[in-house]
């Protein structure tokens, strides 16, 4: 029969005699956790860096709308150019005030103005049909 052997030291169970203050277990928590903490801290940080309000994609998003302002803002530059451009000829331009006068049914001296006027199409006729 095997008998069981005996440890010749019994288990001991260590305590500590003086108790910890709250304090010092509160600072071996932060000792023994403090890479957990650091790594929680980095991620969050990248986080943030990333999709916070001045993130990375936050300037993305800010530098697409510059350039679509940017762009709007060159077409209107074009748009007032032509405008001023027209502005310009209308003060000065003999053929374009002539144009624009004649667009206005007006003509020059001696001139004789016809005005036509198209006939209104008969909604009830539709359209014509043609006979064989």
Do not use: C, Y
Request: cysteine-free.
């Amino acid at each position: 029969m095997d008998h069981p052997v005996k440890n010749s030291e019994p288990d001991r169970v260590t305590l500590d005699a003086s108790p910890q203050s709250f304090v010092e277990q509160l600072r071996a928590f932060f000792r023994r956790n403090a890479l957990w903490f650091l790594v929680a801290a980095f991620a969050w940080l990248l986080i943030q860096d990333i999709f916070g309000t001045h993130g990375v994609l936050a300037m993305h998003r800010s530098q697409v709308e510059l350039q679509k302002v940017q762009g709007e803002i060159k077409q209107l530059d074009d748009d007032n150019k032509k405008l001023q451009d027209n502005v310009k000829n209308l003060e000065s331009d003999p053929a374009t005030i002539e144009s624009l006068a004649r667009k206005m049914g007006l003509g020059r001296r001696g001139d004789l103005v016809f005005e036509t006027k198209q006939k209104p199409a008969d909604p009830q006729s539709g359209p014509a049909k043609k006979t064989r």
